[in-house]
């Protein structure tokens, strides 16, 4: 089983590559599933047939879905959906639009997710190909799982303890109806079923992210920055694909040669970037590639002989490595500096802000029971320093 995520900046190409890449996938013998988080839902137009909330059979062995967010909603949300309407009503909200105020930002996104890990549990595919939302809604995503598990790990029971006892007075007291239990059940269920998002989305006997871009500046800075912030997230990126690549002219047209001098200087650059990650190549297309066959030869450009499935390798994005007495927390951050890193420790948790992207490790029990004495950033490794702290550590 193998999950890869696409993503990239908005216009390079990443629906059509994600596409592509699942009609490759089928022709060689991969029962192959391939949806969106996207809300733009240009999925089916790039395979010229519509998608509908199943799976839809597109060819042997490829299937796409477009998946039905409002009715996926429905079921997540109702029970808090349900309470903040009562809260808006009691507040004298019109009912119109205290139903558009308790709208979750992100829904479509977010539970497009939870179809994403439903599929990969199912036990059906080979491989599912998932075409993220442009680069900042991506991350955002990502990185939702972990920020809710805090808050409900950490916030939510001494909320829900309170709230128990001081309901009748605080409901009468404020006039307004207070969250029963029924409620945070239905928030604690969300955060279980983001929790396995992530779980599926990280293992990394399965999973990983592909970068899609074109050789231009301004996109090539963006996706230095997502390898970053997927990396510290946790999650591993297993190869780079540079779209819209002009083939090498023989100068008879100089229009086309400057193009090529243009983008031969940041292909170089991607490749000093990105290494020792796998880069693909896509030509630039006489027009744009929509339906299997267009696809198809698309695919078989950009990937050739190459296992296009192979699952990444080396070192976990984040891992523990013992030093004698003393333990290391190394975090993986390509591209990041030592100007760039902010680095604190919250109790039992170390907060980790790169390039304003802030990410809350909840520390492992040895590690809680340390002190933090001292941090190194080099060649696009953090490492934390952890020292047994006399006072609560017992040797085994």
């Not at 019109?94 to 199912?122: F, W, Y």
Request: net charge negative.
């Amino acid at each position: 089983m193998r999950v890869v995520l696409f993503t990239g900046k908005g216009g390079v190409g990443k629906t059509t590559t994600a596409a592509a890449t699942a009609t490759l996938a089928a022709a060689r013998g991969r029962k192959t599933l391939v949806l969106s988080t996207d809300p733009a839902h240009s999925l089916g137009d790039a395979f010229g047939s519509p998608l509908g909330p199943e799976p839809t059979e597109l060819d042997t062995g490829l299937y796409g879905q477009q998946v039905d967010t409002q009715l996926r909603f429905e079921k997540a949300w109702r029970e808090v959906q349900a309470y903040l309407r009562t809260v808006l009503d009691a507040a004298g909200v019109d009912p119109i639009e205290a139903e558009e105020l308790t709208v979750l930002p992100g829904a479509d996104e977010v539970l497009a997710l939870l179809e994403v890990r439903a599929q990969v549990r199912s036990g059906i595919w080979d491989l599912v190909v998932v075409d993220c939302a442009p680069t900042a809604e991506t991350l955002r995503l990502l990185a939702l799982p972990e920020a809710l598990s805090w808050y409900v790990e950490r916030v939510f029971p001494v909320q829900r303890r309170m709230l128990r006892s001081l309901r009748p007075v605080l409901t009468r007291a404020a006039g307004v109806p207070l969250p029963q239990d029924r409620v945070f059940a239905a928030l604690e269920r969300l955060h279980q079923e983001l929790s396995e998002v992530r779980q599926v989305l990280t293992d990394p006997a399965s999973a990983s992210v592909r970068l899609v871009l074109t050789p231009e500046a301004v996109v090539l800075a963006e996706a230095r920055r997502t390898l970053t912030s997927v990396s510290l997230y946790g999650y591993r990126v297993d190869a780079v694909i540079v779209n819209r690549v002009f083939p090498d002219d023989d100068g008879a047209d100089p229009w086309r040669a400057g193009w090529v001098a243009a983008q031969a200087g940041q292909l170089a650059e991607v490749a000093a970037s990105f290494a020792p990650l796998p880069i693909y190549r896509t030509p630039y297309r006489r027009s744009e590639p929509v339906g299997l066959p267009e696809l198809a030869a698309m695919a078989a450009e950009t990937y050739r002989d190459a296992d296009a499935f192979a699952l990444p390798r080396g070192p976990e994005p984040l891992r523990v490595e013992r030093d004698g007495d003393e333990f290391d927390l190394v975090v993986e951050l390509p591209h990041a500096g030592r100007d760039d890193v902010d680095l604190a420790r919250s109790g039992d948790d170390l907060v980790i802000t790169v390039g304003g992207r802030r990410r809350l490790f909840a520390l492992p029990s040895a590690l809680r029971r340390c002190l933090v004495t001292g941090a190194t950033m080099l060649d696009g490794h953090l490492r934390v320093r952890f020292q047994p702290d006399p006072s609560l550590w017992t040797s085994p």
